[in-house]
């Protein structure tokens, strides 16, 4: 049974501010809970208006603080953008507070614009290439010190917190194969090199002492609602962000229009529908289909799914919609 997690952007919505946002996410996080869903993940952007978990570990401790038994973790920390000292030291701490409950997922680019990114590296380059050498070090400041270790994390030493690699690319396939970590694919955004990245992951694994045989999770954006002209709707906020993306004009999750018409051009109409071409938008019966043919096809072992709705209320009621659909997909296996 292919299991469901969330990846939640804590998004500051148009009439909102940072601090409705970290409370939606706590709203978020309970509902993933109820709901069923395995892991509930959070992603590092910088300089965005329309994001708020810039923080991303202090973000991950609010969610795990208000759930129970949910794992949570990034969807991805940009290692690049880090010491590996001080990321084992941060989730070496949430792994003492919230014990096997902590994922740390990682990625490699900046999550964010240039400028922005230059003044969190410094050197951009050197950044991207360490990437490898970085999970190592990483890894090894949170497995148990060895005799000798001049470098101990504390709190991270022996806390042993699951590694993820997050990638678009074949790129992140290749490394993640190698390390012998999960591998999570951003398909939710990057659909071209899904199933090539997949193969070649899944073709080249090698196991390792975190893991013994491949582990997929895919990305979709999804929103469910009764009918399927009001997950229509509720998308469209989704649909506008990324209009304002391919014109550099990111701010706030616009509310939902009744029709995209006079908002994208044709040729924005196609690269967008292009990017979303997995996205499980519709009522129970269209989003049921659309979700069984992509875990049909990528035969992942988890989708973790991103809700980009402007109402909290709609946001909370879709993946609880989903956890529905969850339990049917188990109970028709």
């Not at 042993?160 to 194969?177: E, M, R």
């Not at 390390?179 to 071209?192: I, M, N, R, T, V």
């Not at 399927?228 to 469209?236: K, L, M, S």
Request: proline share 5%.
């Amino acid at each position: 049974m292919t299991a469901f997690s969330i990846l939640d952007l804590c998004p500051v919505v148009e009439g909102g501010t940072v601090s409705e946002a970290l409370d939606a996410t706590r709203q978020m996080a309970k509902q993933a809970e109820a709901s069923g869903f395995t892991r509930f993940w959070l992603a590092e952007h910088h300089g965005m208006t329309g994001i708020a978990s810039a923080a991303t570990s202090l973000v991950i401790s609010e969610a795990a603080r208000a759930t129970e038994t949910l794992r949570v973790g990034s969807g991805g920390i940009m290692l690049p953008n880090h010491s590996p000292l001080v990321i084992a030291e941060q989730f070496g701490t949430l792994e003492a507070l919230y014990p096997g409950r902590i994922d740390l997922g990682l990625g490699r680019a900046p999550g964010t614009d240039m400028n922005t990114a230059r003044a969190l590296r410094r050197n951009l380059e050197a950044g991207a290439q360490t990437f490898p050498n970085d999970i190592v070090e990483l890894q090894k400041l949170m497995d148990d010190p060895e005799e000798g270790q001049r470098l101990i994390a504390n709190p991270g030493a022996g806390a042993k917190v699951p590694l993820y690699i997050l990638g678009s690319s074949t790129y992140s396939a290749h490394l993640a194969a190698a390390l012998g970590l999960p591998y999570a694919f951003a398909s939710h955004f990057a659909p071209d090199m899904l199933f090539e990245a997949l193969h070649i992951y899944r073709s080249n694994f090698k196991p390792s002492a975190q893991l013994e045989k491949p582990y997929v999770i895919v990305g979709v954006m999804g929103a469910i609602a009764d009918t399927d002209d009001e997950a229509d709707y509720h998308f469209t906020s989704a649909l506008q962000s990324f209009v304002a993306l391919r014109r550099n004009a990111r701010g706030k999750t616009p509310r939902p229009v009744e029709s995209m018409d006079g908002h994208w051009t044709e040729m924005e109409k196609m690269s967008i529908e292009h990017t979303f071409q997995f996205a499980v938008v519709g009522g129970p019966e269209k989003a049921r289909a659309k979700m069984e043919g992509f875990i049909a096809d990528t035969k992942a072992d988890e989708v973790i799914i991103s809700v980009p709705v402007h109402s909290v209320e709609a946001r909370l009621k879709s993946v609880a919609m989903f956890g529905a659909l969850r339990n049917e997909l188990k109970e028709a296996a």
